[in-house]
């Protein structure tokens, strides 16, 4: 089992940023990747940012160049910074830690709420 937990949502102005964090903790050493997917009201929840614990990342193309993965792998936290948001950006943002592939099977945490609006 892992637990996750996500932090750093809130309200921001479009063109302004926010640095999601999402702390792992249980049996991490059966992760194989992990991903930040958001959900907007009415829509399927997607994928926008992954990355492997070999380091290789990835983006939709809705947020690349904007959105940036990273990691601290001596505090078990991936992070996600967000800038140049848009109000297409507002979604609740979850946080999943893949066993076997990123968009495979694996653990979620409960989300955070992102809202960009002015």
């Known amino acids: 089992q892992v637990q996750l937990v996500e932090s750093g949502g809130g309200l921001v102005q479009p063109g302004g940023s926010l640095r999601l964090s999402c702390a792992a903790s249980?049996?991490?050493?059966?992760?194989?990747?992990m991903g930040w997917y958001r959900q907007a009201p009415g829509k399927q929840r997607e994928l926008v940012a992954a990355?492997?614990?070999?380091?290789?990342?990835s983006y939709s193309d809705s947020v690349k160049g904007r959105f940036t993965i990273s990691r601290d792998n001596a505090k078990n936290t991936v992070y996600l910074q967000m800038n140049s948001l848009k109000p297409e950006d507002t979604a609740v943002y979850y946080c999943?830690?893949?066993?076997?592939?990123?968009?495979?099977?694996?653990?979620w945490g409960q989300g955070t709420q992102v809202t960009v609006s002015s």
């Open positions: 249980g049996s991490i050493w059966i992760i194989y990747g």
């Open positions: 999943k830690a893949h066993r076997t592939a990123i968009g495979g099977p694996g653990y």
């Open positions: 990355i492997t614990t070999g380091g290789s990342t």
